[in-house]
């Protein structure tokens, strides 16, 4: 499956982060977000990380106001893990946000 289109809203030390899915059939998806760049197709292995998620949007809570974030989202499929490329957005600073 590969993700795309992921936007972002809200502001301040959290973010509703969704996407949408072009291709095959995800059981789950793992959104990795951090302050440091790493690639657009392969986060940071120190990124944090979301798993497990089911639905096609998540929220990112503890966010520090004025910095900027990196974000990758990407869908997992049964028995094979994480599954490429990830899908890229880059953040300005959480209090500047407003649906991206």
């Not at 760049?37 to 798993?51: F, H, N, Q, V």
């Not at 966010?63 to 900027?68: D, K, V």
């Not at 880059?90 to 946000?97: E, G």
């Amino acid at each position: 499956p590969q993700v795309e289109s992921v936007m972002v809203t809200g502001s301040g030390t959290s973010l509703n982060v969704s996407w949408t899915v072009v291709t095959g059939t995800a059981i789950g998806y793992v959104v990795r977000y951090s302050t440091d760049r790493g690639t657009e197709t392969d986060p940071l292995s120190d990124a944090m990380k979301r798993s497990g998620i089911t639905a096609t949007s998540t929220i990112l809570t503890g966010l520090q106001s004025g910095t900027t974030y990196y974000i990758w989202v990407a869908a997992e499929i049964l028995g094979a893990g994480v599954q490429g490329p990830y899908s890229f957005i880059k953040l300005k600073a959480p209090s500047q946000v407003r649906g991206v």
